[in-house]
C-alpha cells in the first residue's frame, strides 16, 4: 500500500481516495530546503531544474516570504519539482500562493504539456474533485433588508439544498437522464426549468464541455452520482450568502453588476461522488497502462499518459462528463437557492448569475509559447483560469473587463471577485489561484483550539453558519487556512489577475 497509518484519506488498491496534506509515502520524494529556492521578486520563487535530475523545466512558485515559511511543513515543493519532470511538459511548473500538499500534483498547481510533442494527461493534475468549482449570484437585495432575516434565510437554504457527504436530492433521474446530464451539463438542466438561458452564457465553457462520452463513465460512477444532482456535499464545499464589503474596481465591478453593500451567494462544490469515483477509476488504468510508457517519474502518483493514446482519451471523455456534471450540479443549487430566497423575501427576488469558474480540470486551449501558438493541455489542479479582456472564450458581456475570477475563503473570512489579466495570458497559461490553500489538515484542525465553540465565535462575528455535523464546522474553521487577503495580495501584485471586490459572509451551510 501507498498510504502510510497517519494519512486521514483511506486507500483503494493502493491510491488515496481524497487529496490529503499529511506527509506522502513516496520514499523517493524528500522535501526541498527552502533555501534552494531563488528569489526574483516579492512574488516570484525559482526552483531551477538543475535542483533535482530528471527536471526538465523550472518550478515557478508564486507567494510572499512569510506564506514561503510554511511550504517548510510539507511536501508541496517537491511536488511542484516532480510535475517539472512530465513528459512533454511546455514552459515552467507552476505553483500558486494557496499552494499545499495533494495527490501528485500540489494543490495549486499549474502545467501545460503538448499533445504533439509526447505531452501527456495526467489524472493527479485535475484531482479527484472534478470541477470543483465557484458559482457567484447577484442578489436583487442590500444587507440593510436582509440581515435581520439572515436566520430565516440560512435555515431555508439548509432545508432546501442538501449539504453532506452522500447525501442525496430532490432532483430524481433515470440512468439515460444522467447520461443527458453527463453530455449537456448546465443546458441540460436549464431545459428541464432548473434555470434561465441566460446563465448559461455566464458560465466557463458556457456550463459544458464537448468532448464528454458517458460511456467513459464506469457504472459505478453513475451510480454514486445518479442522485447527488443539486446537492453540496462535504468538506470544504459551502453555500455562503455574503455582501460586497468593498469595491477596488469601480468599472469592472459595474461590469459585472456589483454594487456595494450588495448581497451575494457564492457556491463552492464540484461533481460529487460521480467525479472521485471517475479519478479512482482512470487512477488504476493509467496507473497500469504508464508502464508501457517507459515513464521514468519520481512519485507513482503522477501517473500520465499521452494525450493521444486510447487511455488518455478516455480519460478526458470521462473527465469532461464529470465536468459537465459539475455544472449541472451547481446549476440545480442555484435554483433551489432561487427558491430560498423568494420564499423570505418575496417572488420579486433576483439572484442573477455573475459566473461560474472551474478549478479541477484540464483543457486544451491555444497559448502563444515563443512567438508561436500551440495547442496545449493545460492542467489546473486547485487552480483557475484567468483569460483577459478581448479573449474570445470570456463571456461578452464581460469581454471589455476580463474574466471573472471567483477566489472563496474560509467562513469567517473574505473572499474575493478578480478578473483575469495580460499577464497571466504571458506568464500562466492564463491562470491564478482558487482559494486560501489549507495550512491545517483536517485531523489538526478538529483537535485544535481554535475547533472549542467555532459556531459562536462565528455568530459572534455576525456570521450564522449551519452545518450537517459538527466536523463540517470544526474541520473547516479559518485558523486552519491561509490568509486570503495575503494570497489574493500575491496573484493581484504579480499580475496575473486583477482585484475587484471584496466580499464578507453573513450566513454559510455546510455538509
Known amino acids: 500500500m501507498l498510504c502510510n497509518r497517519t494519512t486521514q484519506s483511506v486507500c483503494y488498491n493502493g491510491f488515496r481516495s481524497r487529496e490529503s496534506s499529511s506527509t506522502s509515502t513516496q520514499h523517493n520524494i524528500m522535501a526541498i530546503p527552502i533555501e534552494k529556492l531563488e528569489k526574483i521578486d516579492d512574488y516570484r520563487w525559482m526552483i531551477p531544474r538543475t535542483t533535482k535530475p530528471g527536471m526538465l523545466t523550472d518550478a515557478l512558485i508564486y507567494t510572499d516570504e512569510r506564506m514561503l515559511r510554511d511550504l517548510a511543513k510539507d511536501l508541496s515543493l517537491e511536488q511542484a519539482v516532480n510535475v517539472a519532470m512530465l513528459p512533454g511538459i511546455v514552459g515552467r511548473s507552476m505553483a500558486m500562493p494557496d499552494i499545499h500538499q495533494g495527490y501528485g500534483f500540489p494543490i495549486g498547481g499549474v502545467a501545460a504539456t503538448d ?16 470541477n470543483c468549482g465557484v458559482r457567484l449570484l447577484g442578489s436583487s437585495l442590500q444587507l440593510e433588508e436582509t440581515r435581520p432575516r439572515i436566520r430565516d434565510l440560512v ?16 432532483i430524481q433521474i433515470s440512468y439515460s437522464e444522467l447520461d443527458q446530464a453527463l453530455t449537456h451539463g448546465a443546458a441540460w438542466m436549464v431545459e428541464r426549468n432548473y434555470g434561465d438561458p441566460d446563465d448559461l452564457i455566464r458560465c466557463e465553457e458556457n456550463g ?8 467513459a463513465v464506469s457504472d459505478r460512477a453513475k451510480k454514486r452520482g445518479l442522485a447527488q444532482l443539486g446537492t453540496l456535499g462535504s468538506g470544504n464545499h459551502f453555500l455562503e450568502v455574503q455582501y460586497v464589503e468593498r469595491i477596488d474596481d469601480e468599472d469592472a465591478a459595474r461590469t459585472l453588476g456589483l454594487r456595494l453593500k450588495q448581497i451575494v451567494v457564492l457556491i463552492h462544490c464540484g461533481s460529487r461522488g460521480l467525479g472521485h469515483q471517475v479519478c479512482t477509476d482512470y487512477l488504476r488504468e493509467l496507473d497500469e497502462s504508464a508502464k508501457r510508457y517507459d515513464y521514468n517519474l519520481p512519485d507513482r502518483q503522477l501517473a500520465c499518459v499521452p494525450v493521444h493514446s486510447r487511455e488518455g ?5 470521462a473527465m469532461r462528463a464529470s465536468a459537465n456534471f459539475a455544472w449541472a450540479n451547481r446549476q ?3 435554483h433551489f437557492a432561487r427558491q430560498a430566497f423568494r420564499r423570505i423575501f418575496g417572488p420579486a427576488t433576483e439572484l442573477r448569475l455573475v459566473y461560474d469558474v472551474c478549478h479541477n480540470i484540464a483543457k486544451l486551449e491555444r497559448h502563444k509559447v515563443n512567438g508561436h501558438e ?5 492542467h489546473r489542479k486547485g487552480a483557475t483560469r484567468a483569460f483577459p479582456p478581448a479573449r474570445p472564450e470570456v463571456p461578452a458581456p464581460y469581454r471589455a473587463a476580463g474574466q471573472p475570477v471567483l477566489i472563496p475563503g474560509s467562513m469567517g473570512t473574505a473572499s474575493y471577485v478578480l478578473v483575469g489579466t495580460e499577464g497571466a495570458m504571458k506568464e500562466t497559461f492564463g491562470t491564478t489561484c482558487h482559494g486560501a490553500g489549507r495550512l491545517m489538515s483536517r485531523t489538526a484542525a478538529k483537535k485544535s483550539s481554535y475547533a472549542q465553540n467555532a459556531r459562536q465565535r462565528l455568530e459572534e462575528q ?14 473547516e ?8 487577503d495575503a494570497v489574493v495580495n500575491v496573484v493581484h501584485n504579480a499580475g496575473i489577475s486583477r482585484r475587484v471586490a471584496r466580499l464578507k459572509p453573513i450566513g454559510v451551510i455546510k455538509g
Open 477 to 484: 474553521i479559518p485558523e486552519a487556512y491561509k490568509d486570503v
Open 374 to 378: 500551440r495547442l496545449l493541455l493545460v
Open 313 to 317: 482519451q478516455q480519460y478526458l471523455a
Open 115 to 130: 499533445p504533439a510533442e509526447g505531452g501527456v494527461i495526467s489524472p493527479g493534475g485535475v484531482g479527484f474533485d472534478i
Open 208 to 215: 459544458a464541455m464537448d468532448g464528454a462520452d458517458p460511456k
Open 332 to 334: 440545480g443549487i442555484t
Open 462 to 475: 455576525g456570521i450564522l453558519v449551519r452545518a450537517e455535523t459538527k466536523d463540517g464546522i470544526s474541520e
Open 155 to 170: 435555515n431555508q437554504l439548509f432545508r432546501d439544498i442538501p449539504c453532506g457527504a452522500g447525501r442525496e436530492g430532490e
